[in-house]
Structure formats: C-alpha cells, structure tokens
C-alpha cells in the first residue's frame, strides 16, 4: 500500500469559520508534510513532522495549526482563513526523516480549499 | 532565484509522438533528482528518482536521464498517450536538506489526437 489518502476532497470555509484537513497513510513513514499549491504553481512546503514531532515550520501563519495525534494521522486546523488561502493542499509522506534527504515524498490526492 | 528551471514550460504533441523535458538545477550538495506526474487538481505521483550515480532510469514509457557533473536532467515520453497531459514537475534534493525540495515550476504536456 502506497496510498496517501486526504480528506475532504474539497472544501469551501467562510473567513469566520474552524475546519481541518485530514490525511493519513498506512506505510510506516515517520516524515510527514503539508505542501500548499496556488494554480500552476509548483507546491510550497509548510510543515514537516518527524517521529510525530514539528520539525519544520516555513513561517505559515499561526491561523494554520497542523497536529500529528500518532505517526500514520496528521490534521491541519483552520481558522480565520483569508480569500488568498485558497489553493490546493496536500499531504505527503517519506519513509526516514533522517537528514540525508534520500526518501521518495509521496503525496496525497490533495484538498481543494475555497475561502470565501 | 529558482533552483531548479524547467523548459519547455509547456508543449503540445500529438497522440504517438515522442518528447522530451528538460530541467537544470544549482543545488548543492546533490542528493538526489526526482520527476513527478501532476494531474491537474491532483497531487503529484513519483515516476523516478536518481541519485547522483545514476544516468538512467526508466517507469514504462518513461525515461529519465542524469548527468550530476553538468547538473541537468531529462524526462522523454515515448509513444504518447491523451492520459499523458499533465504537468511533469522536476524535484531536486540537497544532502542534508532536512526532508526540504526544491521544486521546478513544471512542463505542462497537452497530448493531442
């Protein structure tokens, strides 16, 4: 299984609204991340988890709140979004977190956020 | 500046016909050079990766090719097919990179009959 699932497929939030992403996968990856992707753009890191813990966060507002509850979950909470939030997000995972850089990320279908 | 350039950003072919992309890139140290397939509103799938030994490597119709000394890397599609439109995004790794890539902005393939 080399499956990286996300829901929902899609969302649409108003600016006032609280709703979160979800993504899991069954491989036994202990890196975990959230990728951000504006239309024809390439994808932008925003979190990494390594063995559960946040190891990597690229200056993302705090109105975007990831969690990791255990290694195979990781949520991303949303709240107070502006318009220019919406994009595609997806998850996407790798075996060794380890500093070496060697693993394939393999990614999720992504969730389709609109904020309206 | 971007560290990895892709070219063409975008081509059309026709269905059967061949081609290929490019991608250059400046990172350093180099760990490993990896191409994706991105349907449009999907996430990206993993067709190779390479590392720096590596000039070579194949995924059916697809073939990427390596030289770390001249920092380029190439993808050719033969025989291609409709569900090859896409874009095809080159991912670039740097040792000791912290699980951090350096994406292309991708070549957009449009295939048509």
């Known amino acids: 299984d080399t499956e990286v699932t996300q829901t929902p497929k899609h969302l649409v939030m108003g600016m006032t609204n609280k709703k979160s992403l979800k993504c899991e996968q069954h491989?036994?990856?202990?890196?975990m991340y959230w990728y951000k992707q504006k239309a024809k753009k390439p994808p932008e890191l925003m979190f990494v988890y390594s063995y559960e813990k946040l190891s990597i966060n690229e200056s993302v507002p705090s109105r975007f709140s990831p969690e990791c509850p255990n290694s195979s979950l990781l949520n991303l909470h949303l709240h107070a979004l502006q318009p220019e939030d919406s994009a595609l997000y997806l998850c996407?995972?790798?075996?060794?977190?380890?500093?070496?850089?060697?693993?394939?990320?393999?990614f999720g279908p992504g969730t389709r956020l609109l904020v309206l | 500046k971007n560290q990895v350039e892709q070219s063409p950003q975008s081509l059309i072919i026709l269905e059967g016909k061949n081609c290929t992309l490019q991608c250059n890139y400046t990172v350093s140290p180099f760990s490993n050079l990896r191409w994706y397939k991105q349907d449009t509103g999907r996430g990206p799938v993993s067709l190779t990766i390479m590392t720096f030994s590596e000039n070579t490597k194949s995924n059916g119709r697809y073939t990427a090719t390596l030289d770390a000394d001249t920092k380029q890397s190439s993808l050719h599609i033969t025989a291609s097919q409709l569900s090859d439109s896409a874009s095809y995004i080159c991912v670039v790794a740097a040792y000791y990179g912290n699980n951090r890539l350096a994406f292309g902005k991708g070549n957009q393939v449009v295939v048509i009959p």
């Open positions: 996407a995972s790798s075996q060794d977190p380890g500093s070496t850089n060697q693993e394939t990320q393999y």
């Open positions: 491989m036994g990856h202990r890196a």
